[in-house]
């Protein structure tokens, strides 16, 4: 099945950072999320990004399905963004999203 | 997109008991799904719900331990059977719309075993 790989594992970083997450994936796929989880579990959806570039506020990201990689963008960071970071692949043909090993974030004010 | 309902939102159950998780979406969906997040892990996937016909299980997965139903299109159970601590994770039901595959997720449920 696909593997999908995240980094970095861990990322600490001072408020008003600007950090890149990546998303490598070892096969073709039909789409790709990004997720934020949040201390309470809860996952939000941040971007359905299955090629290009999109953003959202301080937030972009940009996939290229080609080279089988993605990256968020976050910019001036803020405590608020602490949380765990996932992106989910969608597996061609069977609507089923495989889960990357995440990236736990801590922003320090 | 798809507003997704779980409950319990949280439990805490004793081992060797059985645990019922309910889904409500709030519109018709094409799949419905449920993850497993096991503590400081990803969400690993657990079945497909099918609408009215038995589920789909992942590698490692199994009927007897995790029933699950989807008896319309809009609601479905997982249930965590005869339960040990190893249990304890976070399930997760997901659904996607079919307008496009964007995955949307309940709030979770946070199961404890002791």
């Known amino acids: 099945g696909i593997q999908v790989e995240q980094s970095p594992p861990d990322l600490i970083l001072q408020e008003g950072a600007n950090s890149t997450l990546r998303c490598n994936f070892s096969?073709?796929?039909?789409?790709l999320q990004w997720f934020h989880q949040n201390p309470w579990g809860q996952l939000i959806n941040l971007f359905y990004i299955p090629s290009g570039t999109k953003q959202n506020g301080r937030l972009s990201a940009t996939t290229v399905a080609t080279e089988r990689y993605s990256l968020l963008y976050i910019s001036s960071s803020q405590t608020t963004d602490s949380g765990v970071y996932f992106c989910?692949?969608?597996?061609?043909?069977?609507?089923?999203?495989?889960f990357g090993t995440g990236t736990r974030l801590k922003v320090l004010a | 997109s798809a507003v997704i309902s779980q409950k319990p939102s949280r439990d805490i159950c004793q081992r060797g008991t059985s645990l019922t998780i309910q889904c409500q979406v709030d519109s018709q969906v094409t799949m419905m799904f449920w993850y497993r997040q096991q503590p400081g892990q990803s969400l690993t996937l657990i079945a497909t719900?099918?609408?009215?016909?038995?589920?789909?299980?992942e590698s490692g997965f199994v009927i007897d331990k995790f029933p699950i139903s989807r008896p319309n299109l809009t609601f479905s159970t997982l249930t965590v059977s005869n339960m040990s601590p190893e249990d304890s994770s976070i399930y997760l039901c997901?659904?996607?719309?079919?307008?496009?595959?964007?995955?949307?997720f309940g709030q979770g449920t946070r199961l404890t075993v002791v």
């Open positions: 997901s659904a996607i719309s079919g307008l496009n595959t964007e995955a949307f």
């Open positions: 719900a099918n609408q009215g016909s038995e589920a789909t299980y």
């Open positions: 096969d073709s796929v039909n789409n």
């Open positions: 989910a692949v969608e597996e061609a043909g069977t609507y089923k999203y495989i």
